[in-house]
């Protein structure tokens, strides 16, 4: 059978063949929730019960999801007080390379677990024991109350930057993962799409407009949840550094976002180590928030401070690709990174460019 994008098949046979109902595509732990109920249904768990857990691969999950699945497994177990006593993820029984997962589990005493303890030569079965750590699982935090019970409105400046931003990631993804495939390893552009996504899931939760600084450790801390690799933690950091700034300042003047975008630009300097010149997103961050500055010194300037600020960002982009990388992945390339633009300072200039555009009058 074929999927369609975004589509996902439940219960679907070992050799391909249909399932018993296809459904929109849900996060790892929606999936894995919807699939142990059945199981301990089926088996009649009970609290306290003991068994196995077996987290298979169909045959093209990557390891990193397969683990993700994993630990959600033993979260949902663990709030139901089932013992998870031996637990394995693997490739153990695939169905055409196909790209999903299935669960097995097994209601345990002590003989069964000692025969599944013993040892073997199989080569496909794991050489570690499947022994895990007993842990307290505890409920995700609640999101935090808000003074009136507000949040960040549909129809505010900021909420409507933000989701400018995060359009604006989305569909630049295969744009940013070739670039980013030339010159590093290929994976900005998923991981400021799962940004993007992330945000957009969780805005509904963040705080008032008139709460700016409380809206980006909000941002900052989505994208600590989210993103991995280099781009996660320096973005964190851009966010909380503007947020100091912003802080008491429920509608901040034009004077007060240069600051805080300079304190970002300083943020991601400070923790990355790169500097203007070493071929970064500090080569587009830099430029822009000098323009803005800049900008905001002339009083009867043409252009406002955003839109000097975005025709910065793209210019410093643009001189990324005469510059030897020194910093990054690029920098295991050399040369051959020259001719291509940076895809990080590529990514600032297209952000600040929807942020521009959102709030074009």
């Known amino acids: 059978f074929a999927l369609a994008e975004e589509e996902i098949e439940w219960g679907l046979g070992i050799h391909g063949e249909p399932g018993v109902e296809r459904t929109s595509i849900r996060p790892a732990h929606a999936i894995v929730e919807r699939l142990l109920s059945q199981i301990v249904a089926d088996l009649s768990l009970q609290p306290h019960d003991r068994v196995a857990l077996l987290v298979n691969n169909l ?18 177990l663990a709030e139901k007080e089932i013992r998870v006593e ?106 400021l ?35 991995g690799g280099t781009s996660g933690p320096l973005y964190a950091i851009m966010l909380l550094r503007a947020a100091a700034v912003l802080e008491h300042s429920p509608q901040p003047s034009l004077q007060v976002w240069s600051r805080a975008f300079t304190a970002a630009v300083e943020g991601v300097m400070e923790i990355g180590g790169a500097q203007p010149g070493d071929r970064t997103m500090v080569d587009a961050l830099s430029p822009a928030a000098e323009a803005f500055a ?14 000097a600020a975005v025709r910065a960002a793209v210019a410093g982009t643009e001189r990324t690709a005469a510059m030897r990388p020194r910093l990054g992945r690029a920098s295991y390339i050399g040369e051959r990174a020259l001719g291509y633009p940076d895809p990080g300072a590529y990514a600032v200039s297209l952000w600040l460019a929807a942020i521009q555009n959102a709030l074009r009058p």
């Open 59 to 76: 045959g093209a999950t990557p390891t990193s999801e397969l683990n993700i699945v994993a630990a959600s497994a033993l979260q949902i």
């Open 294 to 307: 800049s900008a905001l010194a002339v009083p009867d300037a043409s252009d406002s401070p955003l839109d």
């Open 193 to 227: 799409s799962r940004a993007a996504q992330g945000i957009l899931q969780e805005i509904d939760t963040y705080p008032e407009e008139s709460m700016p600084d409380a809206v980006f450790r909000s941002l900052s801390a989505t994208i600590r949840r989210v993103v």
């Open 86 to 191: 031996r637990a394995w993820a693997g490739t153990f029984l695939s169905a055409l390379e196909m790209a999903g997962i299935s669960l097995t589990l097994l209601k345990v005493e002590d003989v069964r677990l000692a025969r599944l303890d013993a040892p073997t030569q199989t080569s496909a079965w794991p050489t570690l024991s499947g022994r895990i750590s007993q842990v307290t699982v505890q409920a995700a935090p609640a999101a935090p109350t808000l003074a009136g019970g507000t949040t960040l409105s549909p129809h505010s400046s900021l909420r409507k930057a933000i989701e400018a931003v995060c359009a604006a990631l989305l569909a630049a993804e295969p744009t940013l993962t070739e670039m980013d495939q030339q010159v590093g390893d290929g994976d900005l552009g998923i991981s």
